[in-house]
């Protein structure tokens, strides 16, 4: 995917967390953090080209999955 797309990517991923900016409950929560992972998976594959190295991806976003979850798993505390 070229630079240009993942740019376009993040713009349209940007405008979708503006969206749902005001939004509020655990849907949405859990929408904006979905979100801020896609965002971490273009800029991690496309920008630093982790998506051709064995692993690398996985071993990234992996973690960054389970973070994310546990965030969520606090907001509904």
Do not use: E, N, Q, Y
Not at 35 to 50: N, P, Q, S, T, Y
Not at 51 to 61: E, K, T
């Amino acid at each position: 995917m070229g630079l240009t797309r993942i740019w376009l990517l993040l713009l349209g991923l940007s405008a979708a967390t503006t969206a749902l900016a005001f939004a509020s409950g655990p849907v949405a929560a859990a929408a904006l953090l979905v979100l801020a992972w896609l965002k971490a998976r273009a800029i991690l594959c496309g920008f630093l080209h982790l998506d051709r190295g064995s692993g690398w991806r996985a071993a990234f976003l992996v973690p960054l999955a389970i973070w994310l979850v546990l965030i969520w798993g606090l907001h509904l505390i």
